[in-house]
């Protein structure tokens, strides 16, 4: 059964409970969104042949703290990080470390910065360097699956809708979306209802209403859909090693559709529309 509340009375993630905001939380997180969108624009010159991933970490964390926020993933669960690097294979939660990228690697930047109490949460995708035409491909095709999902995204319409969207645009590419991990709602709280899954069946799932404020973020292999996670219990990587790839807003509906709240003010979002350009 669901439930929708009054955001403000909600304090902890509760199943079927689904909190609705007001002006406050879609200011809160306009401010925080439009934060995380500006961290991973000034970590673009960065990313580069040579640089290891333990210096976006750094700049991220400095500029989280020059800013007055904190990125909410250090100490979560016991992750130790500003944000995760996932490179090529690897899905998601990829953790930082000294390895330098290499020219033609393609990574996923993931971060949340916490302002205010609230929590802006965006992740793209970022070339380094020249990169293959079937990673190309794989970017636009997620790119292209957000986009989709994000239409969806609007009173009437179920998380069932969303998913569906995302999925006919992925596997109309001969591409599979990962099942293993979801979006989920977004506010005061890192993690709340509802789970937005990015796959479905149009009509199924939890009707979308004014004031839901969540992520959607779709995972899209090149292979298939399946995936493992390392013995450091965080990285997931594509079991049969194909490339993956991701991309994530933050939103909140409103009456007659939705609000992204990541947009990135220099434009740099989807990497390679601002190469084409």
């Known amino acids: 059964m669901i439930t929708y509340v009054d955001a403000a009375a909600k304090v902890r993630r509760t199943p079927g409970v689904i909190p609705l905001h007001g002006e ?29 991933t333990s210096t976006l970490d750094r700049v991220a964390y400095e500029f989280a703290r020059d800013h007055g926020a904190v990125p909410a ?46 929590h802006g949460d965006s992740s793209r995708m970022y070339p380094v360097g020249e990169i293959s035409r079937k990673a190309e491909r794989l970017i636009e095709v997620t790119y292209e699956s957000l986009e989709a999902g994000i239409a969806a995204a ?15 645009v992925a596997e109309g590419e001969r591409m599979s979306v990962v099942r293993d991990f979801v979006g989920h709602g977004l506010g005061r709280l890192f ?9 479905g069946t149009p009509g199924a799932g939890v009707p979308i209403k004014p004031g839901m404020i969540f992520t959607i973020e779709p995972m899209i292999n090149l292979g298939r859909p399946h995936v493992k996670i390392l013995s450091d219990g965080w990285t997931a990587v594509t079991r049969d090693r194909t490339l993956s790839a991701q ?31």
Not at 154 to 168: C, F, K, L, V
């Open 24 to 52: 406050e939380g879609f200011a809160g997180m306009r401010r925080a969104g439009a934060l995380t969108a500006r961290a991973l624009d000034e970590l673009t010159p960065f990313v580069e042949a040579g640089v290891p």
């Open 73 to 118: 993933t250090i100490f979560y669960k016991g992750y130790r990080h500003s944000v995760c690097t996932s490179i090529n294979h690897v899905v998601c939660h990829g953790i930082p470390d000294e390895r330098p990228l290499r020219e033609g690697d393609i990574v996923n930047i993931d971060l949340t910065l916490v302002l205010d109490g609230w």
């Open 154 to 168: 609007r009173p009437g319409n179920t998380t069932g809708d969303i998913g569906a969207a995302i999925q006919a």
């Open 191 to 199: 993690h709340d209802e509802p789970n937005i899954l990015h796959f």
């Open 247 to 277: 991309c994530e807003h933050s939103i909140g509906i409103t009456e007659t559709g939705c609000e992204v709240f990541t947009l990135s003010p220099a434009g740099l979002f989807n990497p390679l529309a601002k190469r084409a350009a």
